[in-house]
């Protein structure tokens, strides 16, 4: 191990201030590994809470690490309508099996501004009749927005659900132009 300690996982996160409210991005030196919403005082410290226990290592306040500060630019640019995907190192290591495979097919088929259904998603990682495994999958999705878990939907049309809330994905779909902006 060096002076650095290059031998040590490092964990670095910050909270940044979205039009869907605060986000906690948290990275390892493999990439981007988690993404939290509505990152209140609570909800961050819970969230740092998990990461530790998770990865073995407590975690560091660094919105200056590289990695943070490339995921905050490209969420900016997301919000303002200026970027339709994100081109960051990801971190798959809280997340395995089927919903790793399911997250994976999710963020490199379902571009901006489509939608895809629970059961076609299944159905393009070879489990037709795995709709309500795909939902579970979204559920455990750590690295939302940019795994576009909002992008998945009912198959009669419904909204479906979503861990950061049923506004939450109704803003983000609007943003890509799939749903029109609320009224109020």
Not at 88 to 107: C, H, K, M, T, Y
Request: charged share 20%.
């Amino acid at each position: 191990m060096d002076s650095e300690g290059q031998g040590e996982q490092r964990v670095v996160w910050t909270v940044v201030g979205t039009a869907i409210g605060p986000l906690l991005l948290a990275a390892t030196r493999d990439g981007l590994v988690n993404v939290v919403f509505h990152a209140t005082d609570a909800v961050r410290d819970r969230a740092v809470q998990r990461l530790a226990a998770r990865l073995g290592t407590e975690p560091a306040e660094d919105p200056g690490a590289p990695v943070l500060a490339e995921a905050i630019r490209q969420l900016r640019a997301y919000f303002a309508g200026d970027r339709q995907g994100f081109d960051l190192p990801l971190d798959w290591s809280l997340i395995s099996g089927f919903n790793r495979q399911v997250l994976r097919e999710l963020a490199a088929g379902v571009p901006y501004g489509t939608v895809v259904g629970y059961g076609d998603l299944a159905g393009r990682v070879g489990q037709p009749g795995g709709a309500q495994a795909v939902g579970a999958a979204m559920g455990a999705n750590p690295l939302p927005v940019v795994v576009p878990c909002h992008r998945v939907v009912e198959s009669d049309g419904g909204i479906g659900g979503f861990g950061g809330g049923l506004e939450t994905k109704r803003k983000l779909l609007a943003l890509e132009g799939v749903l029109p902006e609320p009224l109020f």
